[in-house]
C-alpha cells in the first residue's frame, strides 16, 4: 500500500486491519515471507506492510530480499504514519515505535537456544527475547514450537510469564511433509542415484563450524570420492550479510571449483536439507531441524553459545562427534549404516509441539490479535517445498587412482575419482606395479597448469560422430604433449580413446552411459599394466558404488595429415 501522509486517497485495496512486517535480518525477513502467504490467502481484509529497520549489523540484503518478493517497502521512521493493528516480526531485536498495538514475534530458529552479542550492550543476551521494556508494557507476543521453551523463558525472564503462544513450528512441517518429494530434490540438484549427499550446516559465530573449521569442506571432498559422493553447504544468513558472497566464495574457492552445491542464503536451503544423505553440523538450528527430521548427523563443532538445556544441548549429549582429523569418509560411512530413522526422535519431541499444525495454530493466532474472525476457508497445511535450483559448478579436474586386480584375461580395474582442486588436502596413494594415480582434466578446466600437467584428457560433451571425436583427440594430444591419453564420448554411445603411440581404443560399457572420465582411467590402468587392449572385457568398479563390464578394441590408427 502507499506510505505517507494521505496515504489512503492512492489506495486500491481498502483493509480492515493493517499488518506491519518488520524486516531487520534476512534470517527473520525470510521467515515472515515464507509463512505469511499461508496464512493471509485471499483475504482483503488484511493490509501487509513491510518495514525496514536498517539498524541490524545483519541487515545486508534484506531489502533485495524484499523487493525480490514484489513487497511495498516503507522506511522504519514513517510507522508512525502508518498506524498498525498489528505488527509481526522474526527479529527479537526490532525497535518498537510507541503505541499500543500487539507485537508478535516469530521465530527465526529452533527456539531460544543460542546466546548472542546483543546490540544494545557490550554483553550477551539469549537470541529470540524482546527486550523487558516490551515485555512489561503488555504488547509483546512470542510464539513458542514447545512448552519446554515456555518453562525456559519463565526461569530466565520471568516477565514473559503469560505472553508466549504455542504454536509448533512451520519450518519443521515443511520438512517433514516434503520427503516424498526427496528424489525430485536430489534431481535438481544433480545428485545420482547411486551417490550420498553430505550436507555440512554451519550457524554464525567464531564457534560456528565455518568459524572454527573453515577448511573442513575441501577437506570433506578430498576424501570423498566425487563418483560416489556429492557435498553440499548450507550457510548461515548472517555469514553471507556480514562478510558478503564474494568473501565467502574466495574463502572456498577450492571447494567450489570441485563441485560444492553451496546453497543460496534463502528458501533452498530447505530441500536441500531435505535431500542429505548425512549432515555434518554444529549447535544451529538447521543441524537440528535434519536430525529431528531422522537425517544421519555428524557433529563437527558446538560452541558454548549454545544454551544448556535446549533440545540442541540434548542433541550433543546423543549425536556422534566428527574427528575432524580422521577418516572422513569411514565416518560418514559409518553413521549412515548404523543410523535409524527415529535415533533423534526424543529430541524432536522436545524440540517440536503440535507436528503438523503449525500453521493452522499461528493463523488462529494472528486473526486474534488483528482482532478479526478467522477466514472461513480451511486452515493452512504445510506445502511441499519448491524444487532447487542447481548451485554447484561442474567439476573439470580429478585425481584418479586406478587399482588393477585380476588376471589378464579378465581384470578388474578399480577407479576413485577427487576434484584436483582439494587434493591439498587429502591423502596420497603410493603408487605400486598395480595402483595407478594420474591427474584428468576436462576439456574447460581453466587452469592451464593443471590441463599442462595432466595425463589423461577428456572432452566433456559427447562428440557428434566418431570422426569428430578421433579428430578432437588428434587436436587434443598434439596440444598438450604431456599427456598419454584422450577421450570423449560418442552420441549415441561408447567412447573413444586415443594413445600417444596413435592407437585408440573403442570403450563400450554394457550398462548405463559413463562419464567418459571413466573408461579412459580403465584405458590407462591397463596401459600402465601391460595389459591387452584388444578384445578385452573388464570389470570397472566404481569405488564401492557398482560395478560395470566394459569391452576395449582397437580400431584404425588416427589419421594424419
Known amino acids: 500500500m502507499p506510505v505517507g501522509p494521505d496515504a489512503h486517497r492512492w489506495s486500491t485495496f481498502h483493509g480492515e486491519r493493517t499488518l506491519v512486517v518488520a524486516a531487520r535480518t534476512v534470517t527473520s525477513t525470510v521467515r515472515a ?53 498489528l505488527i509481526l516480526s522474526a527479529s527479537e531485536n526490532i525497535d518498537v515505535p510507541e503505541g499500543d498495538c500487539p507485537v508478535l514475534v516469530l521465530p527465526h530458529g529452533v527456539g531460544f537456544q543460542k546466546f548472542v552479542p546483543d546490540s544494545r550492550s557490550p554483553h550477551e543476551r539469549l537470541s529470540g527475547v524482546v527486550p523487558d521494556s516490551l515485555l512489561e508494557s503488555g504488547r509483546a507476543w512470542l510464539a513458542v514450537s514447545h512448552p519446554a521453551q515456555e518453562e525456559q523463558l519463565l526461569a530466565t525472564h520471568p516477565k514473559s510469564a503469560g505472553r508466549t503462544l504455542l504454536v509448533g513450528d512451520p519450518c519443521f512441517d515443511e520438512l517433514v511433509g516434503s520427503r516424498s518429494r526427496r528424489g525430485a530434490y536430489r534431481e535438481a540438484l544433480g545428485v545420482a542415484e547411486h551417490q550420498r549427499l553430505v550436507m555440512v550446516s554451519s550457524t554464525w559465530g567464531r564457534t560456528s563450524l565455518l568459524g572454527s573449521l573453515p577448511d573442513l569442506l575441501p577437506r570433506l571432498i578430498a576424501q570423498l570420492p566425487c563418483d560416489e559422493y556429492q557435498v553440499g553447504a548450507i550457510v548461515h544468513p548472517n555469514v553471507w550479510s556480514a562478510h558478503g558472497a564474494w568473501q565467502i566464495r574466495t574463502l572456498q574457492a577450492a571447494a567450489l571449483d570441485a563441485g560444492l552445491l553451496l546453497m543460496p542464503a534463502v528458501h533452498a536451503w530447505r530441500p536441500a536439507l531435505v535431500a542429505a544423505d548425512v549432515v555434518v553440523g554444529d549447535h544451529g538450528s538447521v543441524t537440528l531441524y535434519g536430525a529431528a527430521a531422522g537425517t544421519p548427523l555428524l557433529l563437527a563443532a558446538f560452541g558454548s553459545d549454545a544454551v544448556p538445556g535446549t533440545a540442541a544441548h540434548k ?93 589378464s584375461v579378465a581384470p578388474t580395474v578399480t577407479v576413485h575419482r577427487f576434484p584436483a582442486t582439494v587434493t591439498s588436502y587429502g591423502k596420497t596413494c603410493p603408487e605400486s606395479a598395480a595402483l595407478f594415480t594420474h591427474l584428468a582434466c576436462a576439456d574447460d578446466e581453466r587452469d592451464r597448469r593443471l590441463t599442462e600437467s595432466a595425463s589423461v584428457l577428456v572432452r566433456r560433451r559427447p562428440a557428434s560422430a566418431a570422426l569428430t571425436a578421433l579428430r578432437w583427440i588428434e587436436d587434443a594430444l598434439v596440444q598438450s604433449p604431456g599427456s598419454l591419453v584422450a577421450a570423449s564420448a560418442v552420441r549415441g554411445g561408447g567412447c573413444l580413446v586415443g594413445l600417444r603411440d596413435g592407437r585408440v581404443v573403442e570403450a563400450a560399457a554394457t550398462g548405463p552411459v559413463l562419464d567418459p572420465g571413466l573408461p579412459a582411467a580403465v584405458v590407462y590402468a591397463c596401459l600402465r599394466a601391460g595389459l591387452a587392449l584388444d578384445d578385452t572385457q573388464v570389470t570397472l568398479r566404481i569405488g564401492d558404488l557398482r560395478d560395470e563390464d566394459v569391452v576395449l578394441r582397437l580400431r584404425p590408427a588416427l589419421p594424419t595429415g
Do not use: K, M
Open 33 to 85: 515471507l515464507e509463512t505469511l502467504p499461508s496464512l493471509l490467502r485471499d483475504d482483503a481484509r488484511v493490509t501487509v506492510v513491510f518495514a525496514y529497520d536498517r539498524t541490524s549489523a545483519f541487515n545486508d540484503g534484506v531489502l533485495d530480499l524484499l523487493h525480490a518478493a514484489g513487497c511495498r517497502v516503507a522506511p522504519w521512521e514513517q510507522l508512525g504514519h502508518i498506524d498498525p493493528d
Open 315 to 407: 542433541l550433543a549429549a546423543v549425536a556422534p562427534r566428527l574427528d575432524t582429523r580422521g577418516d572422513l569418509r569411514r565416518q560418514v560411512e559409518d553413521v549412515i549404516r548404523g543410523h535409524t530413522p527415529q535415533r533423534y526422535a526424543a529430541v524432536a519431541a522436545q524440540a517440536f509441539a503440535e507436528p503438523g499444525h503449525a500453521l493452522a495454530r499461528l493463523r488462529t493466532a494472528l486473526y486474534r490479535l488483528l482482532n478479526l474472525p478467522e477466514p472461513s476457508s480451511p486452515p493452512p497445511a504445510p506445502l511441499v517445498l519448491p524444487v532447487p535450483d542447481p548451485p554447484a559448478t561442474p567439476v573439470t579436474s580429478w585425481q584418479v587412482t586406478t587399482d588393477v586386480t585380476g588376471d
